[in-house]
């Protein structure tokens, strides 16, 4: 079982950047990136769908490298079923998040002409802070459990899509039995995972602000953040890929344990 080291966060981080014809490779995942603002959805279920390829490597244990842009009916599938799976562990809580706040905004609407039919007074005066109150705190509790649920829904995200990765099966991804002691066995090795996408965000993200407050550099801002967000979606692959590798075989170490001292 390795590690995440500094030589191994550095090859991680260089990957993109090394290989045959990596120059080229690289390039055409930015230029989808931005040919999703003109054609929205359709390129980026390629990119998606590069990416599970690089996860599917590293997962496999092999050494993260941008493979080639080919069989673009698979990555396009590969694309959309990643997709597909995001939106089912996320949909939950976007719909108690939204249902919530339909419900503020439609109450805010309705509210006013109810108080109008009311004759100014004292029950004016109780009913209707009462039930803005009220929608306020649906409003609210619906934005917290919707969060709440999101969050657990995208905590496990890496895992479920790694599984699917190296399984092949759209239905891999809901098999919790199989990838859940994965997650749990390596909980640790997921958790700095987190914290080094999360580092590499915000440097990102500040020099991306940092640009677009510069008079000169304002203009590149898109520029900038394209090959951004395609490296960041590239070492994201290639890091969940090889802690999910790590996972299973400690998964699998366990399991030869047992099996020895029965």
């Given at each position: 079982?390795?590690?995440?080291?500094?030589?191994?966060?550095?090859?991680?981080?260089?990957?993109?950047?090394?290989?045959?014809?990596?120059?080229k490779?690289?390039?055409?995942?930015i230029?989808?990136?931005?040919?999703n603002?003109?054609?929205?959805?359709?390129?980026?279920?390629?990119?998606?769908?590069?990416?599970?390829?690089?996860?599917?490597?590293?997962?496999?244990?092999?050494?993260?490298?941008?493979?080639?842009?080919?069989?673009?009916?698979?990555?396009?599938l590969?694309?959309?079923?990643?997709?597909?799976?995001?939106?089912?562990?996320?949909?939950?809580?976007?719909?108690?998040?939204?249902?919530g706040?339909?419900?503020?905004?439609?109450?805010?609407?309705?509210?006013?002409?109810?108080?109008?039919?009311?004759?100014?007074?004292?029950?004016?005066?109780?009913?209707?802070?009462?039930?803005?109150?009220?929608?306020?705190?649906?409003?609210?509790?619906?934005?917290?459990?919707?969060?709440?649920?999101?969050?657990?829904?995208?905590?496990?995200?890496?895992?479920?899509?790694?599984?699917?990765?190296?399984?092949?099966?759209?239905?891999?991804?809901?098999?919790?039995?199989?990838?859940?002691?994965?997650?749990?066995?390596?909980?640790?090795?997921?958790?700095?995972?987190?914290?080094?996408?999360?580092?590499?965000?915000?440097?990102?993200?500040?020099?991306?602000?940092?640009?677009?407050?510069?008079?000169?550099?304002c203009?590149?801002?898109?520029?900038?953040?394209?090959?951004?967000?395609?490296?960041m979606?590239?070492?994201g692959?290639?890091?969940?890929?090889q802690?999910?590798?790590?996972?299973?075989?400690?998964?699998?170490?366990?399991?030869?344990?047992?099996?020895?001292?029965?």
């Open positions: 079982m390795s590690e995440i080291t500094t030589t191994r966060l550095k090859d991680i981080f260089r990957f993109p950047f090394h290989g045959p014809d990596w120059q490779r690289f390039l055409i995942g230029g989808l990136m931005l040919a603002f003109l054609v929205p959805i359709l390129p980026s279920l390629f990119v998606v769908g590069y990416t599970l390829r690089v996860m599917r490597q590293a997962a496999e244990g092999k050494e993260p490298a941008l493979p080639e842009w080919d069989d673009w009916g698979q990555l396009a590969d694309g959309l079923q990643v997709m597909l799976v995001r939106i089912a562990y996320l949909l939950p809580g976007m719909l108690i998040l939204f249902a706040m339909g419900a503020y905004f439609m109450g805010s609407m309705i509210l006013p002409l109810l108080m109008a039919t009311m004759e100014e007074g004292g029950q004016f005066m109780v009913v209707f802070p009462l039930l803005l109150f009220f929608l306020m705190g649906v409003m609210f509790l619906s934005m917290a459990a919707g969060w709440l649920l999101m969050i657990l829904g995208a905590v496990p995200l890496p895992t479920v899509i790694a599984h699917f990765a190296v399984k092949k099966e759209f239905g891999a991804a809901f098999q919790i039995r199989e990838w859940w002691p994965i997650l749990r066995r390596n909980w640790m090795g997921y958790f700095v995972a987190w914290v080094v996408m999360a580092g590499l965000f915000t440097v990102i993200y500040i020099a991306i602000i940092l640009a677009y407050y510069t008079m000169v550099l203009f590149l801002v898109p520029l900038i953040a394209l090959p951004a967000g395609f490296y979606l590239l070492v692959a290639a890091i969940f890929g802690t999910y590798g790590e996972g299973r075989e400690m998964v699998a170490a366990v399991g030869g344990e047992i099996s020895a001292t029965v």
